[in-house]
């Protein structure tokens, strides 16, 4: 069983940056493949980016490419997203999420993954 916790959601203006953490129970979440998800009202969950077990392959959604960067600490068991130059369609509830069977076709899916943390509000104000 994994648990995950997200923090550093907030309020931001827009062209600002802010970034989040992910923190991950478990004696293995080095070997996972990590991702960040998320969902504005009224909108399924989308994929926003991906990272090996190493940091060796990342993947991102086209429309974060270039402002936001996904990065991981294993000895901290924690995973980051720094984001930048926020737009306020960047708003939603972004989660963090464990994909414990490795790179998989489906790792920017959400059915890639097998564990989810319960997500940390980003509000970006025009």
């Given amino acids: 069983q994994v648990q995950l916790v997200e923090s550093g959601g ?3 203006q827009a062209g600002g940056s802010h970034g989040l953490s992910c923190a991950a129970s478990g004696r293995t979440f080095s070997s996972y493949v990590m991702g960040w998800f998320r ?9 926003v980016a991906a ?11 086209d429309s974060v490419k270039g ?3 996904i ?6 068991n924690t995973v980051y997203l720094q984001m930048n130059s ?6 939603a509830l972004y989660s963090c999420a464990a994909a414990t069977r490795g790179w998989s076709p489906f790792i ?3 059915r890639g993954y ?3 943390g319960q997500g940390t509000q980003v509000t970006v104000s025009s």
């Fill in 10 to 12: 907030g309020l931001v």
């Fill in 39 to 47: 969902q504005a009202p009224g909108k399924e969950r989308e994929f």
């Fill in 51 to 61: 990272i090996s077990w190493n940091g060796d392959s990342i993947n991102y959604a």
């Fill in 67 to 69: 402002r936001f960067t």
């Fill in 71 to 76: 990065s991981r600490d294993n000895a901290k």
């Fill in 86 to 91: 926020l737009k306020p369609e960047d708003t």
């Fill in 108 to 110: 920017a899916t959400t």
């Fill in 114 to 116: 097998d564990y989810w």
